[in-house]
């Protein structure tokens, strides 16, 4: 999953599909956004992300953080993604992923999560979200072992560890966010916002980041044509089963 997702941005492809299943390998339509921020090595990310419209079909959604790991001087060893999950494996259908690869190596080994996973998924957790509340997706570098992703709702600011992935890597980069989703093209319209855009430095500057670049899974790797990103003045709000607006290579400010 890992690989198709960051493969370079690419266009629309022939045709528009608008209804039915997603027929790519894994049953999902995706889009995304890629930041904008300094070629700098980082240390951590961090984004907001509210479901303002949640899913009303029982069938899996994700809203993900995704980092690459790389190297000083090795290049890149491997990549995570992490957020929340409409999953109905999951009590309330409410989950939170931290999982991620190894370049051409098989999944990252990790720590044992401290929350229950109903189907005993090490990298998805229970994890009782609710729609309109704003939660705050961190993954930086665990002060134990490898890089962690933790997540604080922001209406209590409690904040809750998923776990650490055990990869060895001196930095972060290429950092971007995105919706996976396993539901057909005409389901009813769903739709997160994201906002409060942050990287830190491995210099210890801060910077956040106001504009992306949007990327859609083309017709030919079965993405769904009526997907769309757009700025709504509090974020950046990627929504299914709506007309498309926004195209791929499109760059939006003001999230």
């Known amino acids: 999953m890992l690989q198709r997702l960051v493969a370079r941005p690419s266009g ?9 299943r997603p027929p790519s390998g894994n049953g999902a339509s995706s889009f995304h956004l890629y ?3 300094p070629p700098t090595p980082l240390a951590e990310a961090s984004v907001t992300i509210e479901v303002i419209e949640p899913p009303t079909v029982s069938k899996l959604y994700f809203w993900a953080l995704q980092v690459s790991f790389e190297r000083r001087g090795g290049g890149r060893v491997g990549g995570a993604h992490f957020g929340l999950q409409c999953n109905p494996a999951y009590p309330g259908d409410c989950g939170v992923n931290w999982g991620g690869y190894h370049d051409g190596a098989g999944e990252l080994e990790g720590s044992v999560s401290t929350l229950p996973s109903a189907p005993d998924n090490i990298n998805t957790r229970d994890y009782r979200w609710e729609p309109h509340r704003r939660y705050r997706y961190r993954i930086h570098r665990s002060p134990e072992r490898g890089w962690r992703g933790a997540i604080t709702d922001l209406s209590t600011d409690e904040t809750t560890v998923v776990r650490d ?14 919706s996976e989703v396993f539901a057909d093209c005409d389901d009813p ?41 757009s700025v709504d003045g509090a974020g950046y709000v990627q929504r299914t089963t709506t007309t498309r607006v926004n195209p791929t290579g499109a760059r939006l400010h003001g999230g």
């Not at 629309?12 to 039915?20: A, F, L, V």
């Open 189 to 229: 319209s769903a739709a997160v916002r994201w906002s409060d855009l942050e990287v830190v430095t491995t210099s210890g500057e801060t910077y956040r980041p106001t504009s992306v670049r949007v990327n859609y899974q083309t017709h030919a790797n079965g993405g769904c044509a009526n997907t769309d990103t």
């Open 12 to 20: 629309s492809g022939p045709g528009g599909r608008t209804t039915g």
């Open 35 to 37: 930041w904008d921020v």
């Open 165 to 178: 992935l055990w990869v060895e890597a001196d930095h972060l980069s290429a950092p971007m966010m995105w």
